[in-house]
């Protein structure tokens, strides 16, 4: 991947001060293909890795990764091609019916995810999805809670990629399972918002199954040099479509098999 680099360290050290700006004070920028329309997915994963850097250096923890765009619908509704990773940190976390801040997100939106706990490192090439299920320790029901910060929602996958996948914050609860009790294939999902059915699905939706999900992740993750350590979190990407949320909003997301995860949002 790193051959595939466009951008000078000075420009990947430039384009992350902006994206950091943008993510921690909440406003939107243009995509960042405006000014650099030759920057590639691997530029965006160098602005995301000096992100990481940057979050680590100010005392924030990795606590593990999300897939994104993994449905074909998403990808399809934001015009790319492949999926893309992002890392989590834990101060993006916010626990299980908890009231979650709007004021500093830009244009904050909810989906349902089946999220993996790890108990061996994974690493590829090649990392199949028998792998993640041999590697989990068990799943649970999610909601994450993405904030694009690029005006418009007008961005390209370079860009999307170099803000850490639109990650801002996630819960999960619910109930905890053993991977081998369930099909994880095949379970049903059903997103509530104020009281009413707003989306719904099917978690083959994503990859046909959340695990390729989490080997596709582990793969992009072995092109960077890095794996994934035993005890991560990992999101595998949303089965339903993202649905805005704005103060006053609550949602409760309804898993078969894993219980519910609900939360609710304020100014
Ligand atoms: O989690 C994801 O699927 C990433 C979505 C990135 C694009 C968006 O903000 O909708
Ligand atoms: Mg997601």
């Known amino acids: 991947m790193s051959l595939d680099l466009t951008l000078s360290r000075e420009d990947i050290v430039r384009l992350c001060e902006r994206v950091e700006g943008a993510q921690r004070r909440a ?12 920057m590639t997915i691997a530029d965006g994963y160098a602005v995301q890795a000096e992100l990481r850097r940057r979050y680590l250096a100010s005392g924030s923890r990795l606590v593990g990764w999300k897939a994104g765009l993994t449905s074909k619908a998403k990808m399809q509704q934001m015009g790319v091609h492949v999926p893309s990773i992002g890392f989590l940190m834990d101060d993006m976390w916010r626990p299980e019916n908890s009231a979650i801040k709007t004021s500093d997100m830009v244009h904050p939106r909810v989906e349902c995810e089946v999220a993996f706990v790890t108990n061996k490192t994974l690493k590829g090439p090649n990392c199949t999805r028998q792998d993640v299920l041999d590697a989990t320790d068990y ?13 418009g929602f007008k961005f390209d996958l370079p860009s999307v990629v170099a803000d850490n996948g639109s990650s801002a914050r996630y819960v999960a609860g619910g109930r905890a399972r053993y991977p081998a009790d369930i099909d994880l294939r095949t379970l049903g999902v ?17 990859l046909g199954h959340p695990a390729e999900a989490i080997a596709m992740l582990v793969n992009i993750l072995t092109e960077q040099g890095e794996e994934l350590a035993a005890g991560s979190f990992v999101m595998s990407g949303g089965i339903t479509e993202a649905i805005p949320v704005k103060p006053g909003d609550s949602i409760v997301a309804r898993f078969q098999e894993l219980g519910s995860v609900s939360m609710r949002f304020v100014e």
Do not use: C, Q
């Open 190 to 206: 059903v997103m509530e918002k104020n009281g009413e059915i707003i989306a719904m699905g099917a978690s083959a939706a994503v």
């Open 139 to 151: 799943v649970l029901p999610a909601v994450e809670i993405i904030d694009s910060r690029f005006s």
């Open 27 to 38: 406003y939107a920028i243009p995509k960042l293909t405006d000014e650099y329309p030759a």
